[in-house]
């Protein structure tokens, strides 16, 4: 950008963003087409006034900080048209006593569009010059993981640019402009209380994930004290439409329909239309406005390609690369590709003497516990599952799971223990017989279930090993069954209670794209799958995996 034109030059080109989606020759969804139509009709009013020299002086101040990555990396931070026409609506409107006229900023824009970017280069602004004394600025988040994304991309920023660092204190946790007495620190829900705060500007990063509205409503209500505070929330769509985020959004889109007056308030929510067919490039296109800068066509297409095969994939794909919100109740597997899974499988006995894994899910007493024995031969795997129930939990059963539970135990995919609670005997049995029969390597357990059976198997001298059922843990072999189902290597023997409890499992998926496998109502069971993924996922540390025919057929898995 020739940084030599006015300011008047540089609001044109937000102006001609806006200008331009309104007459659809820039392909937007509804939500982004009110905000800019909105942005053009305030240009009729009096009682407020656009600074454009306002306005361009975040723009202005983005040219000394460099990228930090990609293939710009290196080089001055230069803002797209879309990007300027946010800041310019955001910093470049003025009441009549000549203060910012917003005061929340709800921006809803998929993966890979530089969000991260834009709200470290805004961060670092209103530290040094926005002009408010003793400035106090904020990267906010539910963990701090979290909220040292944004913060730890404006460390390396300010250290990396000649012309900041020497105005700025770079600390491990706060980022200092001496001069102003002003401070920028991540903040999160659980570093302490929030109380005590009087931010000028805090980012909110990733409102969908936020659980509850604290984080939120205490910085909203703590920048009274400011002369022209900003609360900044930056987000991709999520599936939890009861939290904060949602509320948040559906105000915005009051105001965008006309519901709702509020000045204070900007928002752009990228997006599709419901009319729209999530497959196809051109929705892209809509969704993302950096398509082709940092959002490359290719990589979108091999994702839409996965989300075609996998309903877990689709959903990610639609939440995050499309803004879609999606049901928590999304299926996780394609039954259709479990269903393919069903292949010549051969007795247990054939793998004697052969290495094995065990993944043992013990959590309930009376309910389902399941044991299930994994073995690898010719890049498929073979889960073995023995599904235990206590008798009294068989026959109280009401309805039609209740008679199917009676069918499966007659057809003998049920083991039913006598009385009301699971016989761990059976199981300590099971797992000695099967270390008898298979060179079992090593036998997966959750710490926080069945105690007295793990004691007595590791007295037995078994190879036991700790697996606590959490998303660090269980993300990485989920994503390993996936790909398997997918790529047909799971060969399962049409076992119909481990598929009943496969077609019961969901995702939740958290913003660095883990995945933890759930259920989502009780009644719905998945002890099996959760029984086949720890083994897995000892087998994959332990052992490693034979590579997948799937890998060779072209297509890039999850």
């Known amino acids: 950008m020739n940084w030599a034109i006015s300011d008047e030059e540089l609001a044109k080109v937000a102006w001609g963003y806006a200008e331009q ?27 407020i006034e656009f600074d454009a020299n306002a306005a361009a002086r975040p723009i202005r101040f983005a040219s000394f900080i460099h990228h930090l990555k990609g293939p710009k990396a290196g080089e001055p931070i230069e803002f797209e048209p879309w990007q300027m026409f946010l800041i310019s609506q955001v910093y470049g409107w003025k009441r009549a006593d000549g203060k910012r006229l ?15 970017t834009l709200c470290s280069v805004l961060s670092l602004y209103h530290l040094m010059a926005d002009g408010e004394p003793s ?24 250290k990396g640019s000649s012309h900041l660092s020497k105005h700025l204190t770079v600390n491990r946790s706060c980022i ?62 999520g599936v939890n439409r009861e939290g904060i985020c949602y509320q948040v959004r559906d105000y915005a889109i009051k105001i965008l329909e006309g519901h709702v007056d509020d000045d204070t308030f900007f928002s752009l929510i ?30 979108l297409a091999r994702l839409a390609k996965q989300a075609e095969e996998s309903p877990s994939a689709e959903t990610n794909f639609k939440t995050k690369r499309l803004n879609v919100w999606c049901s928590t109740n999304s299926a996780w597997l394609s039954m259709a590709a479990w269903d393919a899974c069903d292949k010549p499988r051969p007795p247990i006995s054939h793998f004697k003497g052969q290495p094995c894994y065990i993944g043992l899910d013990l959590a309930s007493v009376n309910d389902f516990a399941s044991v299930a024995l994994l073995f690898q031969e010719g890049g498929n795997l073979y889960p073995y599952v023995y599904n235990y129930l206590p008798m009294d939990t068989i026959t109280d059963k009401a309805g039609a799971m209740g008679a199917k539970y009676r069918e499966w ?67 990485d072999p989920a994503k390993e069954f996936e790909k398997a189902v997918l790529s047909r290597t799971m060969v399962h023997g049409n076992d119909p209670v ?27 069971k998945i002890d099996a799958v959760i029984a086949i993924i720890m083994a897995l996922g000892r087998m994959k540390v332990h052992a490693g995996l034979q590579p997948s025919p799937y890998e060779s057929r072209g297509i890039r898995t999850l």
């Open 102 to 116: 917003r005061r929340s900023v709800y921006i809803e824009v998929p993966r890979k569009s530089g969000k991260s």
């Open 409 to 475: 135990l007659d057809q003998g995919y049920i083991i039913a223990t006598d009385g009301s609670v699971t016989d761990l005997n059976y199981i300590k049995q099971q797992v000695i017989t099967a270390c008898e029969q298979y060179n079992v390597k090593q036998i997966a357990f959750d710490p926080y279930g069945a105690h007295e059976l793990v004691s007595e198997l590791l007295e037995q001298g078994l190879p036991m090993v700790k697996f606590p059922q959490n998303i660090m843990n269980m993300s």
């Open 270 to 299: 990228y997006g599709v239309d419901e009319e729209d067919d999530w497959r196809k490039p051109e929705t892209w296109i809509k969704a993302n406005p950096n398509y082709g800068v940092s959002v490359q066509p290719d990589d």
């Open 135 to 158: 400035a106090e600025v904020y990267s906010a988040a539910t963990s701090r993981d979290q909220a040292r994304i944004v913060f730890g991309d404006a460390q390396a920023m300010a």
């Open 21 to 47: 989606v309104v007459k659809g020759k820039i392909p937007a969804c509804m939500n982004v087409r009110r905000s800019c139509q909105a942005a053009l009709d305030m240009r009729k009013r009096k009682d």
């Open 498 to 524: 481990v598929r009943w409890m496969a077609s019961n499992a969901v995702i939740w998926t958290d913003v660095n794209d883990n995945i933890k496998v759930k259920k989502d109502q009780a009644a719905n």
């Open 176 to 237: 200092s402009f001496e001069t102003k007495n002003s401070k920028f620190e991540p903040l999160s829900a659980d570093a302490g209380s929030l109380e005590g705060r009087s931010p000028s500007f805090a980012v909110v990063d990733e409102l969908h994930v936020h659980k509850t509205p604290e984080v939120y409503d205490v910085l909203n209500v703590a920048s009274g004290a400011r002369a022209q505070p900003l609360l900044f929330t930056i987000t991709t769509a």
